[in-house]
């Protein structure tokens, strides 16, 4: 089975590149928030933690030694909004534990340092919370070793809050230089394939028409593309079956020409001769010459006859007269007349009937054509001795019908000649017409009419080879069941 593309359409095509440009874009909105903008933002919460340290831990050297927890949370409190909206922790630390926080903490709030140099502070409730040191300084209050901590918790990642806008001023001339770039190459495909499209269409206009798109997309470029190429396709076979035609054309007025010819040629020297007072004819000469003038004009008529005959058949200006009949009695009566003929050639013609009867619907006349342009042509051909043999059966093949079969032992035909048989004014190069023709020779029609009245039935015609030599001619015509 032949597979063909699933159809689809652009539509989806320029949707799904769309789609995946912007997702390609929030990923590197993604990367970039990553990679620079928060090792920047990071690095700035530091410095400026770093600054407020210095600050911070000189303002606690100045202040009075009994200064209160609550006192001293206000002035790290204070600070704390001086860094700004900063998810920051400032802690005052000393060996016993916090001293004061921002914000303020709770009693029996314990910060410890982590191995990896982080720290964590733990809650009387047992909850702890991993802290991230921006900066620390020592603090010399005279009331033993203190040290100023600036952290912030360790959260879990989430989107930068106060940076959104400019991440997304970021990411805008990104995203439009990205959709530009896939609009670009959608672009550039489009145009690819609509030059091969004007390709095609140029070489078809220039007389080209073996040039071929295939593309197989299944978008709507590909299945116009899929119907400039079966319009070529077409037009190929059109023009070689127009080129093939005229060709026969050619062929059948020459070989007209021809036929037409050779019997006025023949008739013009008779008369000559006759004429020719310088000539002297005897009576029994020109009885002869007569006889010959007669005879070529009888060919010349019949030749005609046949030409107009499978002229009209061709063109269907012969209507079929159809009617039931038995082909088995009308083939018999046929072969009866012209039975005394083949004893005279010195043939034997037998006839096998393999069914009783063979009721079809079918012009008689026609049926009867058939039978004696088939008889017509062995008589020409068959040398003397010959044995001709007929016979109807049923029809063996996919068709349901009956068998008309004539088979001769005469020359025969070339196997590379049997398709050409039924060709108008065939005539084999082989050992058929080496041995002459009775009759003063056919028109080199009747085979013709014979398959063009089959054909016009419905059935089909064929010649087969015989061995060791021979020619064997199957006529099959379907079945007509009688309508009540």
């Given at each position: ?22 997702a ?32 911070l ?22 600070k ?84 959104a806008?400019?991440?997304t ?47 197989a ?6 299945r116009?593309?899929?119907?400039l ?140 054509e ?87 039935h ?27």
């Amino acid at each position: 089975m032949s597979s063909r593309p699933r159809r689809h359409s652009l539509f989806w095509t320029i949707a799904g590149l769309l789609l995946l440009t912007l997702a390609l874009g929030t990923l590197l909105q993604a990367l970039v928030a990553e990679a620079v903008l928060r090792p920047l933002e990071n690095r700035e919460w530091r410095s400026r933690a770093e600054s407020a340290a210095v600050v911070l831990a000189s303002d606690l050297a100045r202040d009075a030694r009994g200064a209160s927890r609550t006192v001293l949370d206000s002035t790290l409190y204070r600070k704390r909004l001086e860094l700004g909206d900063r998810p920051a922790w400032i802690l005052l630390r000393a060996d016993s534990g916090v001293v004061a926080s921002a914000p303020r903490g709770r009693e029996g709030d314990d910060v410890t340092a982590l191995p990896d140099g982080r720290m964590a502070i733990s809650f009387p409730s047992g909850e702890s919370l991993r802290l991230e040191v921006l900066a620390r300084r020592p603090v010399s209050r005279g009331t033993g070793h203190e040290e100023l901590l600036i952290v912030r918790p360790i959260l879990p990642r989430r989107a930068l809050g106060a940076s959104a806008m400019r991440i997304t001023v970021l990411f805008l001339p990104i995203g439009l230089v990205a959709s530009v770039v896939a609009g670009l190459l959608m672009l550039r495909l489009l145009v690819r394939r609509l030059r091969g499209l004007e390709a095609l269409a140029a070489r078809v206009t220039a007389g080209d028409l073996s040039v071929r798109v295939q593309d197989a997309s299944g978008d709507e470029i590909g299945r116009l593309a899929e119907q400039l190429d079966l319009m070529t396709a077409s037009l190929s076979a059109a023009r070689s079956q127009i080129e093939a035609t005229s060709r026969q054309r050619r062929q059948l007025f020459a070989n007209i020409t021809h036929e037409l010819a050779t019997p006025l040629t023949s008739i013009r020297g008779y008369a000559e001769t006759m004429l020719d007072p310088g000539v002297a004819v005897t009576e029994s000469e020109r009885t002869r010459y007569m006889r010959g003038v007669l005879e070529e004009s009888r060919r010349l008529d019949r030749l005609i006859h046949d030409l107009f005959d499978l002229a009209r058949l061709e063109a269907g200006a012969t209507p079929l007269e159809r009617e039931r009949l038995d082909w088995v009695a009308l083939c018999r009566n046929t072969i009866q007349r012209f039975e005394r003929r083949f004893t005279d050639a010195g043939l034997r013609l037998q006839w096998d009937e393999r069914v009783a009867e063979a009721w079809v619907q079918a012009d008689g006349h026609r049926l009867e054509e058939v039978l004696e342009n088939l008889l017509a042509n062995v008589l020409r051909y068959v040398p003397d001795g010959g044995t001709v043999n007929l016979w109807l059966d049923r029809s063996t093949g996919a068709m349901r019908g009956f068998r008309l079969g004539a088979s001769d032992d005469g020359p025969g035909v070339a196997p590379e000649e049997l398709d050409r048989v039924f060709d108008r004014f065939y005539r084999g190069t082989g050992a058929r017409v080496s041995g002459g023709s009775r009759d003063g020779g056919g028109s080199g029609l009747g085979l013709a009419i014979v398959r063009e009245i089959i054909e016009r039935h419905g059935g089909v015609v064929r010649a087969e080879g015989r061995e060791p030599h021979g020619l064997t001619i199957l006529i099959d015509i379907p079945e007509r069941e009688e309508r009540s």
